[in-house]
C-alpha cells in the first residue's frame, strides 16, 4: 500500500565494483512518485545499467558495494527478501538472454507465475501476457531459436508476469525493429497510464517522449546533471544533450554521406539461389545477389526476418544451399558482443586479433597499435578491465574493434550501433567510412532506419525469406506505412 510520500527514493548512493575500484557514481540522490514514467538519459559507459541493477536490488547482492539506501515507499529494498522484492520491483535487462531460466518461451512466462504464487489460472494469464507482448505465434518455440528482439519481447512478458508496480527498462528497444519499438511503446504507455511506474535507461528519448514524466541526465561521471528536463522543453536543451554526447532525434545524420562506392570496382561476395531452413521454416528462400568491394550495404527487416542469419550464413556459419562466393575472409560482429569475446582484458582481446594477422611482429609494436585502437574508440582507460565488465555500449565498441583490427576485406555488422550515444556512433561510423574508403565492404544489419538511408550505398529489405532493394523514397513509404518517422 503506497504511503503518500515517494514511492521510491534514493539517497547519496555511491556504488563500486570493487574495494579498490573507483566510484560508478557517488552521491546520488533522488525520487519517484508513484505512476511517474523516468527516462535516465546519459552517455555510454556512465553507469545507468548499474543504476538500474540496483535499484532491482541484483546490485550489491550479486555485485559490487552499495553505500545508501533505496527505499520503496520508506522501506529499505535491502532488508526486503527476494520474494517481496519482486512484487515491488521488475527489471528487464538490455541483454534479454540473462533473464531466461527455462528452454520454451511459454515455459518462461508460467516459471515467473508460478514464483510468484500467482492464485488464477496460469495457463489464462501466460496467454494474456503472450498476447500483450505479440509472442503468442512462438510460445511454444525453444528460446534459443528466437531473435534477438523476439527474446526482447519474451523478457518483458516474463517482467511483467511478477505484477511489480515498478518496472526497470534497460534499453528495451535495444533489440527491435521500428514497427515493434512504436508497438511496445504503446503498450508501456498503457502501462503506465493505468499506474505501473517505469524507470527507463535509454540513450534517446525518440520513442518516449509522448508520455514519460520527465528525464534524469547523468554526465560521464555519474552524476545527475538535471533530473527535471521535461519532455516537451527539450529542443531548448539541445545544446545540453549535444555537451554530453547524446541523441535527440536524428538531425546529427544531417549532412552523412556513404561513403562513394566504385560501380566499375569486382564483387566481393556473389550469391546464387542462395536457401535455408530452421526446422522446416524457411528462412532464406533463393537469394541470389552480389555486393560490390568498397561498398555499404544496409540489411533491413522485422526481428526474426533472418537478418542474423543471412550475415552468419555469408561468414561461412552453418550449412545452406545454393551458390555463396566470398572473395578473402569475412568478420562478424555479434548482436551480442559477449559471444565474442576470448580473454581476460580489453586490451589483450584486441591484441589477439592483432597477433593472429601477424604472429611474428614485435610485441611493443603490436601493443602500441592495440593501445591507438583502444584510444580511438574511448577504450583505452579501460584496457585492463574483463571485456565481460563493461557497458554493453562498450562490449559493443570492443567488439567492432577486434574485427576491424583484424584488417578483414568483409565486415558483417550485427546491429553495430545499438545500446551506442551519439559520441559513440560518430565514431563508429567514422571509422567504418575510413576503412571503406580503403577497401573494405561492410553489410551491417540494423533497425535505425534513418542511419540506413543516410550511411548505405545499397538497402536490402529482408522479408519472407526475400531479398528487395530499396530506394530511399521505398524507405520513406515503408516507414511511413509503420509509423516509423526518420
Not at 4 to 11: D, I, K, Q, T
Request: glycine residues 8%; aromatic residues 6%.
Amino acid at each position: 500500500m503506497h504511503n503518500g510520500g515517494p514511492l521510491l527514493s534514493c539517497r547519496n548512493l555511491t556504488f563500486r565494483y570493487g574495494a579498490q575500484a573507483g566510484p560508478v557514481f557517488e552521491n546520488l540522490s533522488f525520487h519517484v512518485e508513484q505512476g511517474e514514467a523516468v527516462l535516465f538519459m546519459g552517455p555510454s559507459g556512465c553507469g545507468k545499467s548499474t543504476l538500474a541493477y540496483c535499484l532491482a536490488g541484483l546490485y550489491p547482492e550479486y555485485a559490487g558495494e552499495l553505500e545508501g539506501e533505496i527505499l520503496i515507499d520508506d522501506r529499505p529494498v535491502s532488508q526486503m527478501p527476494p520474494s517481496k522484492r519482486a512484487r515491488e520491483i521488475s527489471i528487464l535487462f538490455q541483454n534479454p538472454d540473462n533473464q531466461f531460466c527455462m528452454g520454451r518461451a511459454d515455459h518462461e512466462i508460467l516459471f515467473a507465475l508460478e514464483n510468484m504464487n500467482y492464485d488464477g489460472d496460469l495457463q489464462e494469464r501466460m496467454r494474456e501476457l503472450l498476447h500483450f507482448s505479440g509472442l503468442y505465434a512462438v510460445g511454444t518455440a525453444p528460446i534459443h531459436t528466437l531473435s534477438g528482439g523476439t527474446k526482447q519481447k519474451l523478457a518483458l512478458a516474463t517482467s511483467l508476469a511478477t505484477n511489480a508496480r515498478i518496472l526497470v527498462l534497460d534499453e528495451p528497444f535495444a533489440n527491435l525493429d521500428p514497427a515493434a519499438c512504436v508497438q511496445l511503446a504503446g503498450k508501456l504507455k498503457e502501462l503506465n497510464r493505468q499506474g505501473l511506474t517505469l524507470l527507463i535507461v535509454d540513450h534517446n528519448p525518440g520513442y518516449w517522449r509522448s508520455f514519460i514524466t520527465r528525464i534524469a541526465l547523468m554526465d560521464s561521471q555519474g552524476t545527475l546533471v538535471n533530473e527535471n528536463l521535461l519532455p516537451d522543453q527539450l529542443e531548448s536543451h539541445r545544446e545540453l544533450f549535444a555537451r554530453h554526447g547524446l541523441f535527440l532525434d536524428n538531425h546529427w545524420l544531417d549532412g552523412v554521406t556513404p561513403p562513394a562506392a566504385d560501380p566499375e570496382s569486382p564483387p566481393i561476395v556473389r550469391a546464387k539461389d542462395l536457401a535455408l531452413k530452421y526446422e522446416k521454416e524457411t528462412v532464406l528462400d533463393g537469394l541470389t545477389f552480389q555486393l560490390k568491394r568498397g561498398s555499404v550495404t544496409a540489411l533491413i527487416g522485422q526481428n526474426g526476418s533472418g537478418k542474423t542469419t543471412l550475415l552468419c550464413t555469408l561468414a561461412g556459419v552453418g550449412k545452406y544451399k545454393g551458390e555463396l562466393t566470398v572473395d578473402g575472409r569475412a568478420g562478424l560482429v555479434f548482436q551480442n558482443p559477449r559471444f565474442q569475446f576470448l580473454t581476460l582484458t580489453v586490451l589483450e582481446e584486441v591484441l589477439t586479433t592483432l597477433r593472429v594477422i601477424d604472429p611474428c611482429a614485435d610485441a611493443a609494436l603490436l601493443q602500441k597499435r592495440a593501445e591507438e585502437l583502444l584510444d580511438e574508440f574511448g577504450l583505452l582507460p579501460l584496457k585492463d578491465v574483463s571485456p565481460y565488465s563493461l557497458s554493453q555500449g562498450q562490449q559493443r565498441r570492443l567488439a567492432l574493434l577486434s574485427m576491424l583490427a583484424g584488417d578483414r576485406p568483409l565486415l558483417l555488422l550485427d546491429e553495430p550501433t545499438y545500446a551506442q550515444d551519439e559520441r559513440s556512433t560518430r565514431k563508429i561510423l567514422k571509422l567504418l567510412y575510413q576503412r571503406v574508403r580503403q577497401g573494405l565492404t561492410a553489410v551491417i544489419a540494423t533497425h535505425d532506419l534513418a542511419l540506413a538511408k543516410a550511411f548505405a550505398n545499397q538497402i536490402l529489405l529482408l522479408e519472407d525469406g526475400r531479398l528487395t532493394p530499396m530506394t530511399s523514397k521505398d524507405l520513406d513509404r515503408y516507414a511511413s506505412e509503420r509509423g516509423i518517422l526518420l
